[in-house]
C-alpha cells in the first residue's frame, strides 16, 4: 500500500506563509495498491481536491469513506473532480452517526451552501452507509472502531498485504475504555495515524472539544505494539519551526514518529518497512 497526505491540518485550511510546509489543507489521506489498481480515500477535506487535480483521464471507480461529518472532513468535496466527470463512478461511504442518512450527506451540496444540487452531479456518488463491524471498501478490507469525539467519528483499520494502515484521527484520549478499544485496534499495524491537533499546554483549555495532543499521541505509541506513528490534525496556523519541535520532542517518547506533511507518501510493503519519506 502506498499512503499519501493530501491533507493534515485540522478545523479549517487556513494557509499562512510559516505553516505551508506541512500543508495547510484539511485531512484527506489516499491509499494506493497498485497491485490490484485499487483507490481509497479517507475523508474528503479540502486536501481532496488536489487527489481530483491528480487524476488522469480514465474514468474508475474512487471510493471515499469518511470518518464523520465535521466541516475539516467534509468541505472538499463538493470540488471533487470526479463528480463532474460523466462516465465515472465515485461513491461516498458515509458512517452512521446517531440520526445521519444519505439526505445528510446530499445535503452538503444542496442549496444554499452550493449551486450544483446531489442530482445532478453529472457522476453522482453512491452513498453507502457505514454501521461499524468490518467492511469492504474498493476492494480493501477495513475494521471499524467508533472514537471519543462530539457528534462520534470512526476509526479504520485498512489491511494491506504487507501490514496495516489505522486512521484514527479525531479522537480525544482520556477516556479509558475507548483507549483500551483503540489500543488493542492499533496494536500490530505497520503505522498509525493519530490526532495530535493540541500541545500538552493547550490541552487543559480544550477538554471536551474532540482532540489530543502529540504527547499522548506518543505516548500511545510507545505503549503499544505499533510500527511508526504519524502525527495528524495539526492545529491551523501552527508554523513549520513549531512542528519540527514538535516532532523532536514526540521522538523523545517514541522514536518512530513523524509530522505528517501535505505532499508526502509512504509505503507499507513486504519490501521494507522503511522508506524514503520516513
Ligand atoms: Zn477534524
Ligand atoms: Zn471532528
Not at 493534515?8 to 484539511?26: D, E, K, L
Not at 504487507?162 to 503505522?191: M, Q
Amino acid at each position: 500500500m502506498l499512503i499519501t497526505f493530501w491533507g493534515v491540518r485540522g478545523s479549517v485550511p487556513w494557509a499562512t506563509a510559516a505553516s505551508i510546509g506541512h500543508g495547510c489543507n484539511t485531512p484527506c489521506v489516499e491509499i494506493r495498491d497498485a497491485r490490484r489498481g485499487a483507490r481509497l480515500l479517507l475523508d474528503a477535506g479540502s486536501g481532496i481536491v488536489g487527489v481530483g487535480r491528480s487524476l488522469g483521464v480514465e474514468a474508475s471507480a474512487i471510493p471515499i469513506l469518511l470518518t464523520h461529518y465535521h466541516w475539516d472532513h467534509t468541505q472538499g468535496l463538493p470540488f471533487f473532480d470526479p463528480f463532474y466527470r460523466p462516465g465515472w463512478t465515485p461513491a461516498i461511504w458515509a458512517p452512521r452517526l446517531r440520526d445521519i442518512d444519505e439526505a445528510w450527506v446530499r445535503t452538503i451540496f444542496e442549496n444554499p451552501f452550493y449551486p450544483v444540487p446531489y442530482d445532478q452531479l453529472p457522476a453522482r456518488p453512491l452513498i453507502q452507509l457505514v454501521d461499524g463491524g468490518d467492511i469492504s471498501v474498493g476492494g480493501f478490507d477495513i475494521r471499524t472502531l467508533p472514537l471519543n469525539h462530539p457528534g462520534g467519528a470512526f476509526a479504520y483499520r485498512v489491511a494491506g498485504a504487507g501490514g496495516d494502515l489505522v486512521y484514527a484521527t479525531d479522537h480525544e484520549f482520556g477516556d479509558a475504555a475507548i483507549d483500551e478499544a483503540l489500543g488493542a485496534f492499533a496494536s500490530g499495524a505497520r503505522a498509525v495515524i493519530l490526532d495530535a491537533h493540541f500541545t500538552p499546554a493547550e490541552l487543559p483549555a480544550h477538554k471536551g472539544w474532540g482532540h489530543s495532543s502529540w504527547r499522548q499521541c506518543a505516548e500511545f505509541a510507545a505503549g503499544h505494539d505499533i510500527g511508526h506513528l504519524w502525527l495528524f490534525h495539526h492545529r491551523p496556523g501552527r508554523t513549520d519551526i513549531e512542528m519540527g519541535a514538535i516532532e523532536a520532542a514526540a521522538r523523545a517518547v517514541f522514536e518512530r514518529t513523524s509530522a505528517a506533511r501535505e505532499g508526502v507518501s509512504f509505503e507499507i510493503g513486504s519490501r521494507s518497512q522503511n522508506t524514503p519519506s520516513w
